[in-house]
């Protein structure tokens, strides 16, 4: 079985469905709103569930033709001979990407489908589709390419797509007037450029040492040089090998933050919300957040090299380890930055930040395949939250409309705010119901995914990092704490608001796809259980042999750093992780202490949505609102503001506008062409041409005598000139 060739596919369905809505969309919507909104939400989603299938068929490809990485060239994108640069547009199809591959496009399947129930009646349908199929799109071009350009054109891409999503509705103002919406996929873009730039600065200097982009010559020099103890020169400067590595992987690490939101970057990915709820299903589940982990994988031999070099940060740590921590701070604000929140998508949004935080720490810690299985997993559960919460939005909107007999206008109701909801389980009880698999799966509770993948993490660093491992655990019980307090305030207790009580189940449209995803996180830790395992033959150096789980036998053929391992060239131990029962103790008995504290707390008050939370007096809620997100509200961005004011007038208007264009440039062109016209060209031009012709009017006239018209005259004339050279001749010329 060899599908390989039809690996491009992916690609061109999901730009059908784009060309699609694009062209023809809001012509089938406008010719009849119910069958249009069909033509064009289903011609999107197929194109998606296509990409799926073939995705499907790849992984197929690698199981029978022994995990090989497949190379397949689409054309010459870049070729400078004479700068020795070539980059071409090509797919690497390896175990590592058909992953992702899967993940997208099939969570991204069933986001679709909800996404065409959700987004019902509104006025840019195939607008919202289209842009939907573009963030599909890009997607898989961050995850397929076969270099770091290639994979930086997705990486903006989805940057792109995350903007137009997030603003989708950009016309929306709040009670102030500002554009609340547009303002937020403004701060998403703005934020992501700064990550952005660090990633084009690594990949200038990759360029520099290696001569290429491409992933697997990176790497082998990369490993070669660093045996040899090379010396490289950039510019006029000389770098080590080891130099090399650590400020790549640190530079990557700022694309990180700002791509999977991790600490100081991540202000931007609460603000997402603003976009519909399929918008955050898709971020925050298959695609863009997911692309910083992503990238860490994909370049594992480089922080593994960095994780071995004799350069380190203030002397004392890697710049692995800086990932590491990085993620394990995130995991833990972010946590505890949850417990503030009311908006129940906010909620989540912070959840993300958390969940992308264990995600860091395992890829910093080197524990690849953990941080890959968490990625997955967290996928499931939280698309089946996000879209659960905007079942519960639906259902609340639709309760509000019944209470207020369809007179629109919310006033002061906000529909995502969990202080105006309460009792839901009786009113929507397939959404509670799979909400509950979700959230008992993010709490990390036993079956579901979510806690073999965070045990796992949890276990790694168990074994390897305790100060990390402290880390994760306090942010593991802060987790299971905030999702009690949500599955408390949404669905428990009694109706807070009219809304709540009148609240109506979703359409089998939206329910159907959580549906799908429960069962997923259900049985999603099944990929990396320990009794789905393979024994070892070979065994590395310095390692006896073990035992890999189900996905890490399967990822290990695109983890590279294993291969050089094997290889014997560099000492890149690769510690396969088995469950510990200690941990995975630990975890569970803290998860259901957590998940009781939070329906203790919660379970009497808030009971109107005017009261105040029961945590707002204590040191831990002045704690969850003090870090950084107050930081930049309050110094960043007014400073960013202020700044921003000095660039527009002072700079741009009265001194390049008013003094530079207006006085210098187009004030001294005025002048200028003032005197060409009037002194060089009247004047001077002018003056000799007419001059000229004065002249010669002068010399005619005067000559004009000697034309009398009479033969006579003229032969007197040819007389008197013949006497004068004869005696010229005889007189004067002797």
């Known amino acids: 079985m060899n599908t390989f060739a039809l690996a491009p596919l992916i690609l061109v369905f999901p730009a059908i469905g784009i060309l699609f809505n694009g062209l023809f969309g809001r012509r089938f919507v406008e010719a009849n709103r119910k069958s249009g909104e069909r033509w064009s939400g289903w011609v999107a989603t197929i194109m998606v569930f296509a990409s799926f299938l073939v995705s499907l068929s790849l992984f197929g490809s690698e199981i029978a033709n022994g995990y090989h990485t497949e190379i397949i060239p689409l054309f010459t994108w870049i070729n400078i001979p004479s700068a020795d640069f070539y980059v071409p547009w090509a797919m690497q199809i390896d175990t590592l990407s058909v992953t992702m591959m899967l993940v997208v496009t099939g969570v991204g399947t069933l986001i679709h489908v909800y996404a065409i129930g959700y987004m019902h009646g509104d006025p840019n349908y195939n607008r919202f589709f289209a842009e939907f199929n573009l963030f599909i799109f890009f997607m898989l071009i961050l995850v397929s390419g076969n270099n770091y350009l290639v994979t930086f054109v997705g990486w903006e891409g989805v940057g792109l797509c995350s903007y137009l999503l997030i603003s989708f509705w950009w016309d929306r103002v709040d009670e102030e007037g500002k554009a609340m919406n547009a303002d937020a996929g403004r701060k998403a873009f703005i934020v992501n450029r700064v990550g952005d730039f660090a990633v084009i600065i690594a990949m200038t200097m990759l360029f520099w040492t290696f001569g290429t982009l491409n992933y697997e010559p990176i790497f082998a020099q990369a490993v070669e040089f660093f045996v040899e103890g090379k ?12 130099a090399i590595v650590t400020i790549v992987t640190i530079l990557f690490l700022l694309g990180v933050a700002g791509k999977s939101a991790q600490i100081p970057l991540y202000v931007w990915l609460p603000d997402a919300m603003a976009g519909p709820t399929p918008v955050s299903a898709l971020i925050h589940a298959a695609t863009m957040v997911t692309a910083g982990v992503f990238l860490i994988v994909r370049s ?3 922080y593994e090299l960095a994780r071995i070099s004799d350069v380190q940060l203030f002397g004392t740590i890697s710049s692995p380890e800086l990932v590491a921590y990085t993620g394990a701070f995130t995991a833990l604000l972010a946590a505890l930055i949850a417990f503030t929140q009311w908006d129940i998508k906010k909620v989540l949004a912070y959840s993300t930040i958390s969940q992308l935080g264990f995600m860091v720490a395992a890829a910093g810690m080197g524990a690849y395949v953990a941080a890959m299985f968490h990625l997955v997993a967290h996928a499931f559960f939280k698309a089946l939250l996000f879209m659960g919460s905007g079942s519960v939005i639906h259902g609340m909107e639709h309760g509000h409309h019944e209470v207020t007999h369809g007179h629109d206008g919310h006033g002061d109701f906000d529909p995502q705010d969990m202080r105006t909801m309460g009792g839901l389980r009786h009113r929507m009880k397939v959404t509670f119901a799979v909400y509950m698999v979700g959230a008992l799966a993010l709490a990390g509770i036993v079956p579901f995914a979510g806690f073999w993948s965070k045990d796992e993490i949890l276990a790694h660093s168990q074994q390897h990092v305790q100060a ?93 750093s294993f291969e050089y391992a094997a290889e014997g060239l560099v000492n890149l131990p690769k510690t396969p992780v088995v469950i510990s029962p200690f941990v995975a103790g630990l975890s569970t008995l803290l998860a259901i202490i957590a998940l009781a504290l939070g329906f203790m707390v919660y379970r009497r008050k808030p009971e109107t949505a005017e009261d105040p939370d029961p945590l707002q007096n204590t040191p831990i809620w002045w704690f969850s609102i003090l870090p950084l997100e107050t930081l930049y509200m309050k110094t960043i961005v007014p400073w960013f503001h202020s700044f921003a004011n000095w660039l527009a007038f002072p700079v741009e208007w009265n001194f390049w506008h008013d003094f530079v264009h207006d006085n210098l440039i187009r004030d001294m062109f005025v002048s200028f062409a003032g005197f060409l016209a009037f002194v060089f060209d009247a004047e001077g031009v002018d003056g000799v041409v007419n001059g000229a012709g004065k002249v010669t009017r002068k010399l005619s006239q005067a000559f004009g005598f000697m034309q009398t018209g009479y033969v006579r005259t003229y032969a007197l004339s040819v007389f008197l000139g013949a006497v004068a050279l004869i005696i010229y001749f005889l007189f004067i010329a002797r």
């Open 300 to 302: 594992n031999v480089l």
């Open 468 to 560: 990390i491992f402290i880390l994760l655990v306090i942010a593991a019980f802060g987790t299971a704490f905030y999702v009690g307090r949500q599955l408390q305030l949404t669905f428990f207790g009694k109706p807070r608001s009219g809304a709540a009580e009148h609240a109506h189940e979703s359409p089998w449209i939206m329910t159907a796809p959580l549906i799908v995803l429960a069962i997923l996180t259900t049985i999603g830790g099944l990929m990396n259980m320990p009794f789905l395992t393979r024994t070892i033959s070979e065994s590395y150096e310095g390692h006896p042999e073990g035992i890999w789980l189900a996905l890490e036998a399967w990822l290990e053929h695109s983890i590279a």
């Open 231 to 242: 010396i490289v020169t950039i510019g006029s400067a000389s770098f080590s090998i080891d």
